[in-house]
Structure formats: C-alpha cells, structure tokens
C-alpha cells in the first residue's frame, strides 16, 4: 500500500527553525512531484511548495525566503527546512505525491508560539 509519513513538527518560538520529513513508499518516488501544502484552522489547504522530478521549486510567497523544499530519490523521502518561523505559519503540515494520482499524509502539527 502507498504510505506517506510526516514527521518533525512540533512547538516553536518565532523566528526558530523545523525541519519536516516526508517518507514514503508504495510508490516510484522519483516520478513523483512532491509538495508541501498546510492548513490552518478555519482555512483552505494551500500549497506550501514543491518539487518536480526535475528538481523545479515552487514556494508560497508567504514563505519564499524562509523555506526550502528538497528531496533525496535515493531516500524516498522530501524535505521542507522552514527558518525564521512566524506565528502564522502554525498549520497541520501535508505531504502530497503527484504523478498520474495523488497521494497525502496524515499530517504532522507545526505550531509557532511563544
């Protein structure tokens, strides 16, 4: 079966740093887009950023600056590194896999308070 795992969100101060992993399997990674998309309570689900197998990135305006996608193919896993966080960026954290169907995680919690 497809799995996609989020891990390391948790509770940080603003301006601090987190780095989520997405590890997946069940699926030809490589030929995936791979993307980060959040939500916050009482809001729509918006792309975060992402990465195509070619290794394009995309990001948020919101967040261009601060975050960065990556992936590592021989992993199997993505990667969002997010720096100088804000209080407004606290969402549930998805991964989601892109190719002829799309795949999500569960979520992992990214909460930024102080």
């Known amino acids: 079966q497809v799995q996609l795992v989020e891990s390391g969100g948790g509770l940080v101060q603003p301006g601090g740093s987190l780095r989520l992993s997405c590890a997946t399997s069940?699926?030809?990674?490589?030929?995936?887009?791979m993307g980060w998309y959040r939500q916050a309570p009482e809001k729509e689900r918006e792309l975060v950023a992402d990465?195509?197998?070619?290794?394009?990135?995309t990001y948020a305006d919101s967040v261009r600056g601060r975050f960065t996608i990556s992936r590592d193919n021989a992993k199997n896993t993505v990667y969002l590194q997010m720096n100088s966080l804000k209080p407004d960026d606290t969402a549930v954290y998805y991964c989601?896999?892109?190719?002829?169907?799309?795949?999500w995680g569960q979520g992992t919690q990214v909460t930024v308070s102080s």
């Open positions: 989601n896999a892109l190719w002829q169907y799309a795949y």
């Open positions: 069940g699926i030809i990674f490589s030929m995936y887009r």
């Open positions: 990465i195509t197998r070619g290794g394009t990135t």
